[in-house]
């Protein structure tokens, strides 16, 4: 019934965006000629590795700046190392910098949904290195598919440590169910739409 619903909501969702896709994607292309989306190496359930779908929001060379910037600033490293982010991403464009604001860089997602690898709701996405961090609670998280929205996403995103991340994860993961899941679908759009701990 998970699957079917998230079949049902993703196409349903997909028709009525397409216009917003097409003109995020051109907006992205026309500001320097890159593609406009961006297909980054994330982890799924039973550990299984996917490529999650994002508008891109940084400058091409993304890598390489984060590589230059974590040798040069020692500061910038202890925030990787804590967060996994930073709180001012020089990568970021200007034009990034709103679609992760507004959430907008998240929607391609729903083709994720749709191929089966992410459900509508979830645990964030995370990326391979991440797994560590999760320690042995990497297990819950495998259990299930990560989905676009979960209860980070509604509980301050950013504004929340990475461990109480993790934990809510955990939560959710045992707790998860048709009403949980209702809750959280509902509680994303004031939080989107406000930019509750977006950055």
């Known amino acids: 019934m998970r699957r079917v619903a998230d ?11 397409l216009p917003l896709l097409l003109t995020v994607a051109a907006l992205v292309w026309l500001q320097d000629g890159g593609s406009p989306v961006f ?14 779908f994002k508008f891109r929001s940084m400058v091409q060379n993304a890598g ?4 230059r910037l974590l040798a040069e600033d020692a500061q910038a490293r202890v925030e990787w ?3 996994h982010k930073l709180r001012n991403d020089p990568r970021i ?3 990034g910098r709103f679609l992760r604001k507004s959430s907008l860089d998240e929607l391609p997602q729903v083709f994720n949904v749709l191929s089966g690898v992410m459900s509508l709701v979830g645990p964030r996405p995370i990326v391979p290195d991440e797994m560590e961090r999760y320690g042995w609670r990497i297990s819950h ?3 299930v598919r ?6 980070w996403q509604i509980s301050g995103r950013s504004d929340v440590s990475y461990r ?8 959710y993961v045992r707790r998860r169910g048709p009403l949980l899941d209702m809750k959280i679908l509902f509680g994303t759009v004031p939080s989107v739409l406000l930019s509750r701990g977006a950055r």
């Open 64 to 67: 390489e700046r984060l590589e």
């Open 81 to 83: 190392a804590l967060h």
């Open 7 to 17: 079949i049902g909501l993703s196409l349903a969702v997909t028709l009525f965006i």
């Open 141 to 143: 998280y495998a259990l």
């Open 39 to 52: 297909a980054q190496v994330r982890v799924g359930r039973g550990r299984r590795l996917f490529r999650c």
């Open 146 to 151: 990560p989905g676009i929205t979960g209860l």
């Open 93 to 95: 464009t200007a034009l």
């Open 164 to 171: 109480r991340r993790v934990a809510m994860d955990c939560i």
